[in-house]
Antibody, heavy 121, light 110 residues
Framework: EVQLVETGGGLIQPGGSLRLSCAAS????????MSWVRQAPGKGLEWVSV???????YYADSVKGRFTISRDNSKNTLYLQMNSLRVEDTAVYYC???????????????WGRGTLVTVSS | QSALTQPPSASGSPGQSVTISCTGT?????????VSWYQQHPGKAPKLMIY???ERPSGVPDRFSGSKSGNTASLTVSGLQAEDEADYYC??????????FGTGTKVTVL
């Protein structure tokens, strides 16, 4: 079955760190563009980061310098390392597969169920 | 990068049509060929409904259609059904390897 399963969310204090994982099955993470998208409680979707099949990584300005996206090809798993967490990073974090092969043509055709990250003291 | 602008809400009776707009700028919607649309039911992950402006993934009813003109993209849901009640988001490439979503529209079936 083709699916994505996120884990690693939880309650963390401001300034802390957390690593999210996204295990893929039915396809290879390394062969696709993969993104993290978040949704704060009661709010809209916000793109966070992408890793292209070639390995290049990019980030939204709101997380640049604090978050790092990576992948482990042997485990077919995507990661998001989140450092210096802020209250405003509180959200459900989804990993998503880009169904296109072009940087300019991004559409997320497969989503995980999400993992909740709560940043609070 | 600012979110694309969508109306907060839209509604229609069963069988009617509703159209949702998604307005950006020449740096996102207007500057690139492709826009995608997502449906999200409460507590669920988003689901791809339209990609590349007007293409439907397998399994998405043909009641859903998309278009784009200039800086504005649109999603039309024809023959509204109760299960279409959900939040809808548009998305576009925004340059510099960044992507942007719309503010979201809550569709209510009256």
């Amino acid at each position: 079955e083709v699916q994505l399963v996120e884990t690693g969310g939880g309650l963390i204090q401001p300034g802390g760190s957390l690593r999210l994982s996204c295990a893929a099955s039915g396809f290879t993470v390394s062969g696709n563009y993969m993104s993290w998208v978040r949704q704060a409680p009661g709010k809209g979707l916000e793109w966070v980061s992408v890793i292209y099949s070639g390995g290049s990584t990019y980030y939204a300005d709101s997380v640049k310098g604090r978050f790092t996206i990576s992948r482990d090809n042997s485990k077919n798993t995507l990661y998001l390392q989140m450092n210096s967490l802020r209250v405003e990073d509180t959200a459900v974090y989804y990993c998503a597969r880009d169904g296109s092969t072009s940087v300019y043509d991004c559409y997320f055709d497969l989503w995980g169920r999400g993992t909740l990250v709560t940043v609070s003291s | 990068q600012s979110a694309l602008t969508q109306p907060p809400s839209a509604s229609g009776s069963p069988g009617q049509s509703v159209t949702i707009s998604c307005t950006g700028t020449s740096s996102d919607v207007g500057g690139y060929k492709y826009v995608s649309w997502y449906q999200q039911h409460p507590g669920k992950a988003p689901k791809l409904m339209i990609y590349e402006v007007s293409e439907r993934p397998s399994g998405v009813p043909d009641r859903f259609s998309g278009s784009k003109s200039g800086n504005t993209a649109s999603l039309t849901v024809s023959g509204l059904q109760a299960e279409d009640e959900a939040d809808y988001y548009c998305s576009s490439y925004a340059g510099s390897n960044n992507y942007v979503f719309g503010t979201g529209t809550k569709v209510t079936v009256l």
